[in-house]
């Protein structure tokens, strides 16, 4: 697998945000010293990066890991294509590419970008994967281990495949980077669904092992109608919801949330906590500054946030409030970690991760 050639990356991102993922593909790019060029189509869901001069896929995957971007929900590194496939027998030429190239993976993705057009392609790539799953079994390509690269098969259309490969560790989860996560029957809004894909597109498991464990506190600002404290309330963390809105019923049942009526920027707590969430629609600078002050003080251990950022200017905003925050806890002794994410489930916004 190691002399694999990658030609470049394909980023996938929420349609609408290809600007803002071609611009972090640039400067990454450009940091790691790979000269390329980006294209990106508005509303295509997708960006391509193509390599000037190919480099070794390890190579590429390594210099700029998957969780330094924020605008893509998923990085592939680009290893083929194959054109004009025939309606009638799609599998053996990808089969035949597969080994050509010489892969040997351990999952086989097969994706789309996440537009209505694309998705018309759905049905068709369902039907194949059997065939092709039975296909590249045969020839000692595909073989059910973790430590394998994934294949994803990237399809424009009914006969265009790239063929692209990620490692576990370095990647969504989720093919097409689309987290597909269980809504809780409890559950009074969607949202709830933000704070449990932040958890994993966000943290390592080893983060979570320590921080969502019954018995710990979190606290919950801006919390109305509930969906992030029924998170952590499922989980048996204690919740301290504050918000001048009212929390579901359904929410409160849980016997671990207890209602603050107060204004999330001034209310402060009595006990530390492991936790504190932030969902309140403001200022993005105001609530990176929120946040940076609730971990500087030690009042919590972690937070995840929301900026909603001003659709012409994302990027610049991103940058001010990542800038703030470094600044605050470079003032403090000890290492912080900082991440940020275009989540499936954010729109105008970003998730933010912050611990110390
Ligand atoms: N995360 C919630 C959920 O999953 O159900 C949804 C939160 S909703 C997007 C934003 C909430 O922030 C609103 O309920 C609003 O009342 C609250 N909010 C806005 N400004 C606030 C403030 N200064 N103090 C407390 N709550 C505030």
Known sequence: MSSILAYGLILYCRPGFEKECASETSALTTKAGLPGKVHAEPQSGVIRFVLNEPVDWRAIADAIPFNDWVFARQRVVWVGRVEDLPTR?????IASIVHDVGIHCGRVWMETADT??????????????????FALGNQNSLKNQDSLATLHLFFEGQDRVDLGLTMLNDASPWPMGIARLRM???APSRSTLKLAEAFQALMTEDERTASLKAGLRAVDLGAAPGGWSLQFAERGLHVSAVDNGNIAPAVMAT??????????????PQRKSEWMVCDMVEQPT???ALVADWIASGRC???????????????????????????????????YTL?????????????????K
């Not at 995840?304 to 806890?329: G, S, T």
């Open 89 to 93: 027998d799609r599998v053996t030429p």
């Open 116 to 133: 209505n057009d694309a998705k018309k392609v759905s049905g068709m790539l369902k039907r194949m994967t059997p065939h092709l799953e």
């Open 184 to 186: 809780p029957r409890a």
């Open 255 to 268: 016997g671990m949330v207890e209602h603050v009526r107060a204004d999330g920027f001034t209310w402060r």
């Open 286 to 288: 105001r609530i990176a």
């Open 301 to 335: 251990r972690r937070s995840i946030f929301n900026l909603k950022l001003p659709m012409k200017k994302r990027i610049e905003e991103l940058a001010k409030c990542r800038k703030l925050i470094d600044q605050r806890m470079r003032q403090l002794p000890g290492a």
């Open 339 to 355: 991440r940020f994410k275009h989540l499936y489930h954010d729109r105008e916004e970003i998730t933010g991760y912050l611990a």
